[in-house]
């Protein structure tokens, strides 16, 4: 399902807990915690647990995260070429950043301005 592959699925998991650690993320975190059955259970409780000033941005990283799951996934089923966690974080790391400085200011706050 949907759900599975971008929330609940252990690696998805993995990819939320190491943005959770990021700052201004710590939204994240709770959002895992809490009970959801599908995305949009999921990306609402990304929105409750972060901070009113950061929402926007968590919205960008939110499909940011979902896109780079969604383009492993297809590598992995169409090409058999699967990519490690790490290279995927570092991806989705330099992704958010040229994301803010082609314009996503709100992204920008979340992931590199002070809590």
Do not use: Y
Not at 40 to 66: A, V
Not at 72 to 78: A, G, L, Q, S, V
């Amino acid at each position: 399902t949907a759900h599975h592959l971008f929330v609940a699925c252990p690696f998805t998991t993995l990819l939320w807990l190491e943005a959770a650690l990021w700052p201004n993320c710590q939204g994240v975190a709770a959002g895992l915690q809490s009970v959801t059955v599908s995305v949009s259970d999921f990306r609402e409780s990304l929105m409750l647990e972060t901070d009113t000033g950061h929402r926007h941005g968590m919205i960008s990283l939110f499909i940011l995260i979902c896109s780079s799951v969604w383009r492993e996934r297809n590598e992995r089923i169409f090409r058999d070429k699967e990519t490690s966690l790490r290279q995927i974080i570092n991806f989705i790391r330099d992704e958010a950043q040229a994301w803010a400085f082609a314009g996503a200011k709100a992204l920008r706050r979340l992931l590199w301005e002070p809590p």
